[in-house]
């Protein structure tokens, strides 16, 4: 029996002229620090997966971006937690990166160099799913 609580993030791809956008965990950090990710985070009660999603990235990044579609999921797992990352792919529209105190590094990244990420495991197999859809 799975005593485990499940948890849902929202994470966006934000992708810009081929390349994809992505946070460095600061150090500071308890979960994955110094990993990279895609920017997002968890709903606060009554919002929208959408509203949600551009609320964090616009405080995590500072970027405003409209969604396009969903990308896929990724899950992990804590001692007392399932995770459940849902990955929706994005368009950055107005704004120049600039990070919270959550992550001290940003990139852009290729999309076919994904895989060559310093990411946690479950974004990795995620972004080699996501990249075999996609001749990557």
Do not use: Q
């Not at 992708?15 to 994809?20: A, P, Q, V, Y």
Request: glycine fraction near 10%; hydrophobic fraction near 40%; proline fraction near 4%.
């Amino acid at each position: 029996m799975n005593t485990k609580s499940y948890s849902l993030t929202l994470k966006s791809m934000i992708i810009k002229n081929g390349s994809i956008l992505l946070l460095r965990r600061s150090a500071r950090n308890t979960h994955d620090p110094g990993l990279w990710e895609f920017p997002g985070g968890k709903m606060n009660a009554g919002e929208t997966i959408e509203d949600a999603l551009v609320r964090e990235v616009k405080e995590e990044t500072g970027l405003a971006i409209t969604l396009a579609r969903a990308a896929g999921v990724a899950e992990s797992e804590l001692p007392e937690w399932r995770i459940v990352h849902l990955i929706m792919e994005a368009r950055a529209f107005t704004g120049e990166v600039r990070l919270s105190g959550e992550h001290d590094a940003y990139r852009w990244v290729p999309a076919r160099d994904l895989s060559n990420v310093d990411m946690p495991d479950h974004f990795k197999i995620f972004c080699r799913k996501y990249l075999g859809g996609k001749g990557g």
